[in-house]
């Protein structure tokens, strides 16, 4: 599913317009219809009372439609548009006169005070927010400002109209202020800004409308678009599993990570492969770890590797034979030391071709190595969160976060290397191809130890012989979605990385 912003929904709506000759007058009635069907599939009570607040564009156009079929439907239903009518023009003033001809009733902002408009909000049950659709730009101005302010005061279940209104449909940005809403009825396809920056917070449950915009153009013509991760992808994408299959078919990784202070992250990177597939799994880790590692894992290989202080020494890598491992995690617990950054060397000049997974601390020493991955014959990914990205980039997380999409691609293109930038609302960055929303996770994930798990179902699909493509879209979803399932059950406070390793299993085995 491909999500798009303001130009990309335009330049669709003009082709559906121009050349499929669909007059747009159409497509509001069919937008207006969608967001009937929505109010009608959950709100029975006729005597439930609706407010439409509708501005002079086209999202407003598609307020009129709703409000004169909810009235059609029985609905106790009330329109009120909040700029002077005089201003409407196009298919939005075409329905605006349907609905005048109709004899229906309005009010506007200029035969009411503001507090006869401040009591209808707190009275009404439900608001349809048709005040801005993809249209805003810059700061929110009167007269949708303050009524902004009440919608998002009151007590109403609030339907927002293709986006809510001030969020900015490219880049999720709210400056401050925008609608609230319990749920979206977004037409076409997603926007973009629903899973940027502010957006995720203002949309509410979303779902699609079809307005009769053909899809199939969305497929050929855009490319380029972003996409976001459905279960569909990921049950297309996740590994097959032949039946008469041994433990070399699923292949055999390596996780080399762990320190004196962080003993667990490569474990549960392990784990997670265990439950997620991998045929084996070998932990090199320090000497000093290897008993508690060994006891909790030991399902595991293990190579002890010789401690220097409380880290790992670099040489003791020279030692491991990577030729025996279809890929290589690492960095889960590494630790941060005076010339880490000898790791990646000596890792860049054993390994051959096989998939290269680097996170947490080794990310961290990777600025100073960038050009050894753009040298590697073989798939490099790493897996930023947004400070790791800031420290990789030399600039501020608010500059990452800001900018995320196109971070991502540059990075990936300039380097040769696969990203996944993590965060609420993760994305996966194919060097010179796809882009990938996870439009999955939530609060429950954040905590220590979720990303270990996460690197682990990685090098798992990968040893699975999942391209890297394949095995990010799959392992960040999966991740996600097992978090959502566990905290369900345990609460949104208590999903530990072990109770999401224990999630993967479910989510899995619902895969269809
Ligand atoms: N033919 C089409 O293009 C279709 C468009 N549709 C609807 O039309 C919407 C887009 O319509 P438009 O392009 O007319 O734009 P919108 O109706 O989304 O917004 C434009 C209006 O918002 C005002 N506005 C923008 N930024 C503002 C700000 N910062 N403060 C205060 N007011 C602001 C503008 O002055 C203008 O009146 C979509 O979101 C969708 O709801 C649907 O009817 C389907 C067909
Ligand atoms: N609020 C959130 N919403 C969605 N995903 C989240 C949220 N907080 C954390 N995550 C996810 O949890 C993981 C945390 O990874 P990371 O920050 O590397 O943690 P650690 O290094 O402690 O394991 C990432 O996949 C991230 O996308
Ligand atoms: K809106």
Redesign the pocket.
């Known amino acids: 599913m491909y999500i798009g912003g303001r130009q990309d929904l335009?330049a669709l709506?003009q082709f559906t317009?121009e050349q499929v000759g669909l007059p747009?007058a159409v497509?509001?009635e069919n937008?207006g219809s969608a967001i009937v069907s929505a109010v009608l599939s959950s709100y029975h009570d006729l005597d439930a009372r609706i407010l439409v607040l509708a501005?002079?564009?086209?999202?407003?156009?598609?307020g009129f439609v709703a409000t004169r079929k909810l009235c059609d439907h029985g609905y106790n239903v009330e329109l009120c548009l909040l700029?002077k009518e005089e201003?409407l023009k196009g298919?939005?003033l075409t329905h605006f006169l349907v609905y005048k001809n109709r004899g229906l009733p309005y009010s506007t902002m200029a035969t009411m005070d503001k507090d006869k408009l401040q009591s209808k909000i707190n009275c009404a049950t439900i608001i349809i927010d048709a005040m801005?659709?993809?249209?805003?730009?810059?700061?929110?101005?009167d007269p949708?400002r303050s009524v902004i302010e009440m919608v998002n005061e009151s007590t109403a279940y609030v339907l927002a109209?293709?986006?809510p209104s001030g969020l900015e449909a490219d880049t999720g940005l709210v400056t401050e202020l925008a609608i609230k809403a319990d749920r979206t009825v977004t037409?076409v396809m997603p926007k973009k800004g629903f899973f940027l920056q502010d957006g995720p917070m203002y949309i509410g449950e979303w779902e699609i409308a079809d307005?009769s915009v053909p899809y199939q153009l969305a497929e050929k013509s855009t490319q380029s678009l972003p996409r976001l991760i459905t279960n569909g992808d990921v049950y297309a994408q996740l590994p097959k599993r032949p039946s008469n299959s041994h433990k070399g078919t699923f292949g055999h990784g390596i996780v080399i990570g762990g320190s004196s202070s962080y003993v667990e992250a490569p474990i549960y990177s392990a784990k997670a492969a265990f439950h997620s597939g991998i045929g084996l799994v070998t932990l090199a880790v320090p000497e000093e770890n290897y008993t508690i590692s060994a006891s909790q894992l030991p399902e595991a290989l293990y190579i002890k590797l010789s401690n220097k202080e409380d880290h790992i020494s670099p040489a003791s890598l020279s030692d491991i034979s990577f030729s025996t491992y279809k890929a290589i995690a690492i960095g889960p617990g590494l630790s941060r030391f005076k010339h880490g950054g000898k790791i990646l060397e000596i890792l860049f000049s054993k390994c051959q071709d096989q998939p290269i997974i680097i996170d947490a601390d080794g990310l961290f020493y990777l600025k100073d190595y960038l050009h050894l991955v753009k040298e590697y014959k073989g798939p490099v990914i790493i897996t930023p969160h947004p400070g790791e990205m800031a420290a990789l980039l030399e600039c501020s997380v608010e500059e990452i976060e800001s900018n995320r999409l196109e971070v991502a691609k540059q990075f990936a293109k300039e380097h040769g290397v696969y990203v996944l930038l993590k965060g609420h609302r993760s994305i996966v960055e194919v060097p010179d191809g796809n882009t990938w929303v996870n439009p999955h996770g939530h609060d429950a994930l954040a905590r220590g130890g979720s990303g270990d798990v996460l690197t682990g179902l990685i090098l798992s699909f990968i040893c699975q012989h999942a391209s890297p493509e394949q095995a990010l879209v799959c392992a960040t979803f999966l991740h996600a979605r097992a978090a959502e399932v566990k905290a369900k059950k345990l609460s949104h406070y208590s999903v530990t990385p072990n109770a999401i390793i224990e999630g993967i299993p479910e989510i899995l085995n619902d895969m269809r």
């Open positions: 335009a709506d317009i747009g497509l509001m937008a501005g002079n564009g086209n999202n407003g156009g598609d700029p201003t298919d939005a801005i659709g993809s249209g805003m730009q810059g700061i929110i101005k949708f109209v293709d986006i037409f307005i």
